[in-house]
């Protein structure tokens, strides 16, 4: 229920006040939290003082806010993504230890166009640029992931990722336009895997597979980043698509193929798939 002037409910206001708080802002005084929040600095101020109270926030002697230890409490021990996380983080381990590059778990938001990532794997020493850090948001079709989960998504939910992807894009030509979208999401479920090269990240090449659960409903996928220059199908493949399956399995998915396509007989290293300018992205 609103009761504010502006219209906002209490709710509305409150999830301001939490989404002010990010990777590179942590700790916010109580102006900068309103200003953040967009709220008078009465509102931004009492709202945060009865989140601190009840342990959603945390404030400092100095008056500061920070996202306080209920808040990880609540989502760690309800959430199921932390269980999806938790249960691909195994499968994370064994795929970073063999091929020594960034490997993530992510979901999709099909209403938003995003794809979350809950789970990332660094390969340090690698000055690759990877945009998807944990609890990071990227566009579903400009990303791996997004790609593999999107393929595998019911036709309907797949279609509404469609309208959003022509209203983000009206223009022709783009790498999402909506023709060349379909034609990558069909090769995706022809072979099995997504790869996506020089799009967020013009150096970077990333791979990724679907990870189903019950009643083989797309519930999220594994992708492995690293630089173009290194790009290495035939070493990441074979290991992603084994996590894949492996952790299909553990969310309660029956057994199914992935794909049609010899892994040893992927992409050549040469291939211009993905990049600006080249044909749609492979996938």
Same mark, same amino acid.
């Not at 980043?225 to 952790?247: F, H, K, Q």
């Given at each position: 229920?609103?009761?504010?002037?502006?219209?906002?409910?209490?709710?509305?206001?409150?999830?301001?006040?939490?989404?002010?708080?990010?990777?590179?802002?942590?700790?916010?005084?109580?102006?900068?939290?309103?200003?953040?929040?967009?709220?008078?600095?009465?509102?931004?101020?009492?709202?945060?003082?009865?989140?601190?109270?009840?342990?959603?926030?945390?404030?400092?002697?100095?008056?500061?806010?920070?996202?306080?230890?209920?808040?990880?409490?609540?989502?760690?021990?309800?959430?199921?993504?932390?269980?999806?996380?938790?249960?691909?983080?195994?499968?994370?381990?064994?795929?970073?230890?063999?091929?020594?590059?960034?490997?993530?778990?992510?979901?999709?938001?099909?209403?938003?166009?995003?794809? *979350?990532?809950?789970?990332?794997?660094?390969?340090?020493?690698?000055?690759?640029?990877?945009?998807?850090?944990?609890?990071?948001?990227?566009? *579903?079709?400009?990303?791996?992931?997004?790609?593999?989960?999107?393929?595998?998504?019911?036709?309907?939910?797949?279609?509404?990722?469609?309208?959003?992807?022509?209203?983000?894009?009206?223009?022709?030509?783009?790498?999402?336009?909506?023709?060349?979208?379909?034609?990558?999401?069909?090769?995706?479920?022809?072979?099995?895997?997504?790869?996506?090269?020089?799009?967020?990240?013009?150096?970077?090449?990333?791979?990724?597979?679907?990870?189903?659960?019950?009643?083989?409903?797309?519930?999220?996928?594994?992708?492995?980043?690293?630089?173009?220059?290194?790009?290495?199908?035939?070493?990441?493949?074979?290991?992603?698509?084994?996590?894949?399956?492996?952790?299909?399995?553990?969310?309660?998915?029956?057994?199914?193929?992935?794909?049609?396509?010899?892994?040893?007989?992927?992409?050549?290293?040469?291939?211009?798939?993905?990049?600006?300018?080249?044909?749609?992205?492979?996938?």
């Amino acid at each position: 229920m609103a009761n504010s002037s502006t219209g906002d409910s209490v709710i509305h206001r409150v999830a301001r006040i939490l989404e002010a708080f990010t990777r590179e802002h942590p700790v916010l005084t109580p102006a900068e939290l309103a200003r953040a929040a967009g709220l008078s600095t009465s509102t931004a101020h009492r709202l945060a003082t009865g989140l601190a109270a009840e342990g959603l926030l945390s404030r400092a002697e100095d008056g500061r806010f920070s996202v306080g230890a209920r808040m990880w409490e609540l989502a760690a021990r309800s959430n199921p993504l932390e269980e999806f996380r938790r249960r691909g983080l195994p499968f994370l381990e064994g795929i970073h230890a063999a091929v020594r590059q960034h490997v993530s778990l992510a979901v999709a938001d099909v209403e938003s166009g995003t794809v *979350l990532y809950v789970e990332r794997l660094e390969q340090h020493g690698n000055a690759v640029r990877n945009l998807g850090e944990v609890a990071a948001r990227l566009s *579903l079709t400009e990303t791996s992931p997004g790609l593999a989960i999107l393929a595998h998504e019911a036709p309907p939910a797949r279609e509404r990722a469609l309208a959003v992807v022509r209203e983000g894009h009206p223009g022709e030509g783009t790498h999402d336009a909506a023709p060349h979208l379909r034609a990558t999401l069909a090769e995706v479920r022809r072979t099995g895997y997504a790869r996506l090269a020089g799009v967020l990240v013009e150096e970077n090449v990333g791979y990724a597979v679907p990870v189903f659960g019950p009643g083989n409903a797309v519930i999220g996928a594994i992708s492995v980043v690293m630089p173009l220059a290194e790009d290495r199908p035939e070493l990441v493949l074979p290991v992603l698509v084994a996590a894949g399956r492996g952790l299909s399995r553990a969310m309660g998915a029956e057994r199914r193929p992935y794909g049609e396509r010899a892994w040893v007989n992927a992409l050549p290293r040469d291939s211009t798939v993905g990049r600006a300018g080249g044909r749609p992205p492979n996938a």
